[in-house]
């Protein structure tokens, strides 16, 4: 069974980075797109940023050119880099992998911004 694991997340001031990570484990199938998606509380999930198994990217306009999302195929990894980070950013962030036709989600992990 695969599982989806992220990490990364945690407690920063406005204006620091952090670093989230994602991995998929072991399979034998390919991975399409990753992508990183994110629920506020009272809000519904969206879209942060995707990945396709190519390199090409999509961003919410409200991450554009503050977030880099990336990833790393022999890791089964992605990666999402967030610089210039708001109060408003504070959510849950999950992770989502297309694994042979299958979206698999993690568990989430927490970024909360203080201002």
């Known amino acids: 069974q695969v599982q989806v694991v992220e990490s990364g997340g945690g407690l920063v001031q406005a204006g620091g980075s952090l670093r989230l990570s994602c991995a998929a484990s072991?399979?034998?199938?390919?991975?399409?797109?990753m992508g990183w998606y994110r629920q506020a509380p009272g809000k519904q999930r969206e879209l942060v940023a995707v990945?396709?198994?190519?390199?090409?990217?999509n961003y919410a306009d409200f991450v554009k050119g503050r977030f880099t999302i990336s990833r790393d195929d022999a890791k089964n990894t992605v990666y999402l880099q967030m610089n210039s980070l708001k109060p408003e950013d504070t959510a849950v962030y999950y992770c989502?992998?297309?694994?042979?036709?299958?979206?698999?989600w993690g568990q989430g992990t927490q970024v909360t911004v203080s201002s």
């Open positions: 989502n992998a297309e694994i042979n036709f299958i979206n698999y």
């Open positions: 990945i396709s198994s190519g390199g090409v990217t």
């Open positions: 072991a399979t034998i199938f390919r991975i399409n797109d």
